[in-house]
């Protein structure tokens, strides 16, 4: 019993310690793989297949008498059990041919049965199928709905022990071709917390070795990092570079706090990674650890005690998401449209708005590129003290240039943090640079949820990110993956 305690222990540790290096070398989520592949099924009819055995004259003819039993009333005896078998004969050939035809009756019934479910089958088969080629079409030019449930599909395609919790929110940006996933990591609990199970002969009992919590912490750490590194893998094996160029993940954990008995979610890790930098990977020999700090990630330097790093995006994606702009464009939406705003109007607007987000005190500062510039100050944490804002009416992409520029008037004015707004999107050069340094980036759909959730009005950015072209019949839109 003790030998077989250990032996189901340490296979869970071997498991946990393959949790990077077993999906390495399995294939990719393709969508044909998704694909139902419908095979008719055989028609199994059972004894319905098989004909009744045919009555025989044989089973029923009466032995003629023969000799001397021929005499003394053997043939009259012989006649009369002739005629008896005769008729039964004919019944039973009777019955045969009814319990023939009943059995043709049930046997056609239920051919016609099977081929009613196999024209069903086959028919949702193909319903399903043209969904998958139609979530196809939309992944190669990039559509987000289409991105975010075949990404969905790749984790719930990713096997994990029972004991792991499988929950994820995935959100995608088009406009910077990347993926963002907030991914709930297994609670601390799953690493074993007995290394070994003993048998006492002398008080026939079974003792626990306990696992060092020093080693329960450095499994726990290796852990998380294995799983960050897979679903990695997993998310860029599946997908070409033309739809994701880089993947953010946050990992988070549901937990008691042991210092105050409450319920948390902290993150422990945030990896922002390039797809260039995943593919000069080789995982199946990293350290997850030293890899993760490799791919400059944000991981808690003591995963196990709960302690949280800072996501590098949070995951309000999907409310923040640019809509398509045509109709708004085109004069048919009543809401006020941004770009109609002129400065005076659009700097009041942005400051209403800081102010009801917590800003205390608002001075505006002479701006030289023609955007709206303020300083605010607050004692809450969004603003983090002295505040620079900056405000652009742009219908395009903001690239690194504007934010890099933010920095140096940020330094001028001794602020603590920055804030750039913007009507319409950034780069993801710009989110990395902001991220390092205390910037904060609103782009227009975020705008657009803050002034309604803060002031009540619901306004449109009148700018949208410009939409993938669709690939031409000669275009190269994947390598072995989901488009081949």
Known sequence: MAEAKTAAVTNEVRILDGIL??????????????????????????????????????????????????????????RWALKEAQDAFEVAKADFRLAEDKRLADLGAAKSEHDRKVESA???????????EARRNGFALGEAEAVEWFVDRVLRASTYPKSFPRKWQVAYRPENRDVVVELELPPQEVVPAVREYRYVK????????????GEVKQRYARLIASIAL?????????????????????GRVSATDRATGKKVRPHLISVEAER???????????DP????????????????????????????????????????????????????LSPTEFEHLVKDLFVAMGAEAWRTVPSKDGGVDAVATS??????????????????????DAVHALTGVMTDHNATTGVLVTT??????????????????????????LIKQHLGVDVVPGTSPPKRPRPSDNTQTGRDGPLG
């Open 424 to 449: 319409s999107w950034f780069s993801r050069t710009s989110e990395q640079f902001a991220q390092r340094n205390r910037i904060t980036l609103i782009n227009g759909a975020e705008l657009k949820h």
């Open 230 to 250: 897979r679903t990695l893998h997993e998310i860029f094996h599946a997908t070409p570079a033309e739809v994701i160029e880089a993947v953010v993940l946050n």
């Open 379 to 400: 004692k809450n944490l969004f603003f983090g003290g002295v505040c620079l804002i900056q405000a652009k009416r742009w219908t395009k992409l903001v690239g690194l």
């Open 202 to 213: 002398t008080r026939d009992t079974i003792n626990t070795i306990p696992r060092p919590s």
């Open 21 to 78: 290096v077993s999906a390495v070398a399995l294939p990719p989520l393709t969508f044909d793989r998704l694909k139902a592949g419908f095979q008719a099924p055989i028609f199994q009819p059972g004894n319905l297949a098989t004909p009744l055995p045919e009555p025989t004259w044989n089973q029923f003819a009466p032995v003629e008498p023969q000799g001397f039993a021929r005499w003394f009333g053997g043939m009259g005896r012989y």
């Open 122 to 132: 086959r028919s949702a088969a193909a319903a399903y199928d043209q969904s998958i």
């Open 289 to 340: 650890a030293a890899c993760l700090k490799h791919l400059n990630a944000l991981v808690s330097p003591n995963p196990f005690d709960l302690e949280a790093v800072e996501p590098f995006i949070a995951f309000d994606l999907k409310r923040f998401r640019f809509v398509d702009s045509a109709e708004e464009l085109a004069g048919l939406d009543s809401r006020r449209n941004l770009l109609t």
């Open 276 to 286: 260039s930098a995943y593919e000069d990977l080789h995982l199946a020999e990293v």
